[in-house]
């Protein structure tokens, strides 16, 4: 802790040659823009308290990166030509602009020495009755956080006229409260505008020099990239014990796990605690509806707002009450009892909630020691889970501990999440209790995304999800069902298939006419099978009458590689690209071909032949995209599958090597061609080699 002789520097900011009328506002360094001041404030009428407060954490921060002023007193020192006095007969508009001087000065100290600067400050004053607003643009630009001191009118009244420092104005009790709500609810209206965490304390608060200092640490050292790496860490203990995890489950809370929102839920009882003394009128509810949304700052003013409510002790009893009363979903209730039994499952609940609440209904259904909470709610938590974080504790798990996620949300701040993960599945609640915006922002991703991995389920009774279905997250290692899956989609018996296919058939085609036939084939398994299986995106461009309308392509077709077998897959595999022509077009003879640089950032790889017989080749090249990117989407496309192929594959492949199939025609002839009845020689004419 520090406090700074704001005059030693004033000459740097007001040389002998300028006025006090004429101020001189600090230039902000270069290093302003990624290095920005933490500037609390400290607000509340006269004998709030602001100053003694000021003194007593200037005592107990000593050692701490910190630096106090007083309001009153850094006017006084950057106004070179009589200090406050001369301030205090300025105009309006004159005062203004010295305010601006004395704030902007501490930020760039702030700014300069790496500390947090505290001050007490006002948003308004009372002169002659009446309001005289002190509150300026730079103000709402420089402050991060501001403490409102929110003690009771008497109380103040008591203290102002105890203070034998100062020498203050008796303003009315009526007074006094019109003055006190009005800056309250300016502040209340404006913080939120410019990304301010605002508080009120309390007098209780206020006397607890401990928690005022706890506050005043953790915005200084608070930041958005220090939470998510604690969260991380967190994730990453939760983990610790489990032993070999290859899959991990993980859920969202509220409206997911049960139909109930345990946030309101908590909120409506610590009001009905407090009897009257407390109101819905700053509710995290009415917050998130607000200018932050659902932003970063949003979910910290949030825990702000459960620290206003709730003192530590008054905290836990209301998360007791409330989870005493959830009821989980009985379906996922046996889905978290089968994971409990599975040495290879995970199960973490990760929450933009009240982590404590979840843990104490956990606890209720006895599944402590397998189901791990990540959530925050209080200041001591350290972090706060937004729907970024919860993207990216899915992006750990798959990136760092290369593990499988299925995902579990019902709202938009479970999307993103729901994006990444492997498999996903979107809880849609009954209408009562269900998200009000989900509807909406899952027909947008769905259209413009149509992400593949996600199942969409009606919520209601017992067909919320029958038991294969759950069955199915958890499966790899239970006995039998080791081998991978292989979804297979075949073209046959069509009228067009068999169009396509005569023409690959004829043994009096060959060479370019017989390399066409394959493209054309490429093309409609591609547009005809491929669309559905992977799914489409929508991008907008503009129509023959120049309007904006909406066009269709692959879903990440941009993050997408086709690889042909080569050679026999190659007229095909063009095809295909001509179907996704933003596709990456990888030719590779060996799988070794393939190095890291052609799936980095994919989504997908499209592995394209010709005839598939035994196998071999697929499981060479599958094992070998497996090993560089254990997440990419695998899709074999052929024109020819043997019958007994399939079973080859998934006797040969693992779970983790799970691929999906689409096939012209399966064939029971287990004829391996050579010579002139060898596909790739009849595709370039090199029959008479074979």
């Given at each position: 802790?520090?406090?700074?002789?704001?005059?030693?520097?004033?000459?740097?900011?007001?040389?002998?040659?300028?006025?006090?009328?004429?101020?001189?506002?600090?230039?902000?360094?270069?290093?302003?823009?990624?290095?920005?001041?933490?500037?609390?404030?400290?607000?509340?009428?006269?004998?709030?308290?602001?100053?003694?407060?000021?003194?007593?954490?200037?005592?107990?921060?000593?050692?701490?990166?910190?630096?106090?002023?007083?309001?009153?007193?850094?006017?006084?020192?950057?106004?070179?030509?009589?200090?406050?006095?001369?301030?205090?007969?300025?105009?309006?508009?004159?005062?203004?602009?010295?305010?601006?001087?004395?704030?902007?000065?501490?930020?760039?100290?702030?700014?300069?020495?790496?500390?947090?600067?505290?001050?007490?400050?006002?948003?308004?004053?009372?002169?002659?009755?009446?309001?005289?607003?002190?509150?300026?643009?730079?103000?709402?630009?420089?402050?991060?956080?501001?403490?409102y001191l929110d003690v009771p009118v008497e109380i103040v009244l008591d203290q102002t006229q105890k203070d034998e420092e100062?020498?203050?104005?008796?303003?009315?009790?009526?007074?006094?409260?019109?003055?006190?709500?009005?800056?309250?609810?300016?502040?209340?209206?404006?913080?939120?505008?410019?990304?301010?965490?605002?508080?009120?304390?309390?007098?209780?608060?206020?006397?607890?020099?401990?928690?005022?200092?706890?506050?005043?640490?953790?915005?200084?050292?608070?930041?958005?990239?220090?939470?998510?790496?604690?969260?991380?860490?967190?994730?990453?203990?939760?983990?610790?014990?489990?032993?070999?995890?290859?899959?991990?489950?993980?859920?969202?809370?509220?409206?997911?796990?049960?139909?109930?929102?345990?946030?309101?839920?908590?909120?409506?009882?610590?009001?009905?605690?407090?009897?009257?003394?407390?109101?819905?009128?700053?509710?995290?509810?009415?917050?998130?509806?607000?200018?932050?949304?659902?932003?970063?700052?949003?979910?910290?003013?949030?825990?702000?707002?459960?620290?206003?409510?709730?003192?530590?002790?008054?905290?836990?009893?209301?998360?007791?009450?409330?989870?005493?009363?959830?009821?989980?979903?009985?379906?996922?209730?046996?889905?978290?009892?089968?994971?409990?039994?599975?040495?290879?499952?995970?199960?973490?609940?990760?929450?933009?909630?009240?982590?404590?609440?979840?843990?104490?209904?956990?606890?209720?259904?006895?599944?402590?020691?397998?189901?791990?909470?990540?959530?925050?709610?209080?200041?001591?938590?350290?972090?706060?889970?937004?729907?970024?974080?919860?993207?990216?504790?899915?992006?750990?798990?798959?990136?760092?501990?290369?593990?499988?996620?299925?995902?579990?949300?019902?709202?938009?701040?479970?999307?993103?999440?729901?994006?990444?993960?492997?498999?996903?599945?979107?809880?849609?609640?009954?209408?009562?209790?269900?998200?009000?915006?989900?509807?909406?922002?899952?027909?947008?991703?769905?259209?413009?995304?149509?992400?593949?991995?996600?199942?969409?389920?009606?919520?209601?009774?017992?067909?919320?999800?029958?038991?294969?279905?759950?069955?199915?997250?958890?499966?790899?290692?239970?006995?039998?069902?080791?081998?991978?899956?292989?979804?297979?989609?075949?073209?046959?018996?069509?009228?067009?298939?068999?169009?396509?296919?005569?023409?690959?058939?004829?043994?009096?085609?060959?060479?370019?006419?017989?390399?066409?036939?394959?493209?054309?084939?490429?093309?409609?398994?591609?547009?005809?099978?491929?669309?559905?299986?992977?799914?489409?995106?929508?991008?907008?461009?503009?129509?023959?009458?120049?309007?904006?309308?909406?066009?269709?392509?692959?879903?990440?077709?941009?993050?997408?590689?086709?690889?042909?077998?080569?050679?026999?897959?190659?007229?095909?595999?063009?095809?295909?690209?001509?179907?996704?022509?933003?596709?990456?077009?990888?030719?590779?003879?060996?799988?070794?071909?393939?190095k890291v640089g052609n799936l980095q950032g994919q989504r997908t790889v499209i592995l394209v032949d010709s005839v598939v017989?035994?196998?071999?080749?697929?499981?060479?090249?599958?094992?070998?995209?497996?090993?560089?990117?254990?997440?990419?989407?695998?899709?074999?496309?052929?024109?020819?599958?043997?019958?007994?192929?399939?079973?080859?594959?998934?006797?040969?492949?693992?779970?983790?090597?799970?691929?999906?199939?689409?096939?012209?025609?399966?064939?029971?002839?287990?004829?391996?061609?050579?010579?002139?009845?060898?596909?790739?020689?009849?595709?370039?004419?090199?029959?008479?080699?074979?």
């Amino acid at each position: 802790m520090t406090t700074t002789n704001i005059s030693s520097t004033s000459s740097a900011l007001h040389p002998d040659t300028q006025s006090s009328q004429s101020p001189v506002t600090p230039s902000r360094s270069a290093s302003d823009s990624t290095n920005k001041a933490v500037v609390i404030g400290l607000f509340g009428v006269d004998g709030s308290g602001k100053t003694h407060l000021l003194r007593q954490l200037e005592k107990e921060l000593e050692d701490e990166p910190f630096v106090f002023y007083d309001g009153s007193q850094i006017i006084d020192e950057v106004v070179l030509d009589g200090g406050l006095k001369a301030f205090q007969k300025m105009t309006a508009e004159k005062k203004k602009e010295w305010r601006k001087v004395a704030i902007d000065t501490i930020a760039q100290r702030s700014v300069d020495s790496g500390k947090a600067a505290v001050v007490a400050g006002h948003y308004l004053f009372w002169k002659d009755g009446k309001p005289e607003v002190a509150w300026t643009p730079d103000d709402a630009e420089v402050y991060n956080h501001i403490l409102y001191l929110d003690v009771p009118v008497e109380i103040v009244l008591d203290q102002t006229q105890k203070d034998e420092e100062r020498n203050r104005s008796n303003v009315p009790v009526d007074q006094l409260k019109e003055w006190q709500a009005l800056e309250k609810n300016a502040l209340q209206d404006e913080c939120p505008k410019h990304d301010i965490l605002f508080s009120l304390l309390t007098k209780s608060r206020i006397d607890d020099l401990n928690y005022v200092s706890a506050l005043m640490k953790d915005f200084q050292q608070h930041s958005e990239k220090g939470s998510l790496d604690l969260a991380k860490s967190k994730l990453d203990e939760a983990l610790i014990g489990k032993g070999k995890v290859e899959t991990v489950l993980v859920f969202d809370a509220d409206k997911t796990l049960t139909q109930e929102d345990t946030g309101k839920s908590f909120w409506d009882e610590a009001v009905d605690r407090s009897q009257g003394s407390k109101s819905d009128d700053r509710s995290v509810e009415k917050m998130f509806g607000g200018p932050l949304e659902y932003s970063y700052t949003a979910f910290r003013q949030a825990v702000l707002l459960y620290e206003e409510i709730a003192n530590d002790a008054e905290y836990e009893l209301i998360c007791e009450k409330v989870a005493s009363t959830v009821i989980m979903h009985p379906e996922f209730l046996s889905l978290l009892r089968l994971a409990e039994s599975q040495k290879h499952v995970g199960t973490v609940v990760v929450t933009c909630g009240l982590r404590l609440l979840w843990e104490k209904v956990i606890e209720r259904y006895d599944l402590s020691k397998t189901v791990k909470i990540i959530g925050g709610g209080r200041i001591s938590d350290g972090y706060v889970v937004t729907a970024e974080v919860k993207a990216a504790l899915v992006e750990h798990l798959q990136e760092t501990h290369k593990m499988y996620v299925a995902a579990f949300g019902d709202s938009q701040l479970d999307l993103k999440m729901m994006l990444k993960a492997d498999r996903s599945v979107v809880v849609v609640g009954n209408k009562k209790t269900r998200s009000k915006s989900m509807d909406k922002h899952t027909r947008l991703y769905f259209r413009a995304i149509h992400h593949p991995g996600w199942t969409l389920r009606p919520f209601q009774s017992w067909e919320i999800m029958d038991w294969d279905f759950l069955d199915t997250f958890i499966r790899s290692d239970r006995p039998g069902r080791s081998n991978a899956n292989i979804k297979v989609i075949q073209a046959t018996p069509r009228g067009s298939t068999k169009i396509l296919a005569t023409s690959t058939r004829d043994s009096n085609i060959a060479g370019p006419a017989l390399r066409e036939s394959h493209r054309r084939i490429g093309f409609y398994l591609a547009t005809e099978f491929l669309t559905d299986l992977i799914g489409l995106e929508v991008y907008p461009m503009m129509s023959v009458q120049d309007k904006k309308i909406e066009g269709h392509r692959l879903a990440h077709e941009a993050h997408t590689s086709i690889v042909p077998l080569m050679r026999g897959g190659e007229p095909m595999a063009f095809g295909v690209s001509d179907a996704f022509p933003l596709a990456m077009f990888v030719h590779a003879k060996e799988p070794e071909n393939l190095k890291v640089g052609n799936l980095q950032g994919q989504r997908t790889v499209i592995l394209v032949d010709s005839v598939v017989n035994s196998g071999k080749s697929v499981i060479e090249f599958v094992q070998h995209i497996r090993k560089l990117s254990p997440r990419i989407r695998i899709v074999v496309v052929a024109a020819v599958v043997q019958d007994e192929a399939v079973k080859n594959l998934q006797e040969k492949l693992t779970l983790s090597e799970s691929f999906d199939l689409v096939a012209l025609r399966f064939s029971k002839n287990k004829f391996v061609g050579s010579g002139k009845t060898d596909t790739g020689d009849r595709l370039f004419n090199t029959t008479h080699l074979g």
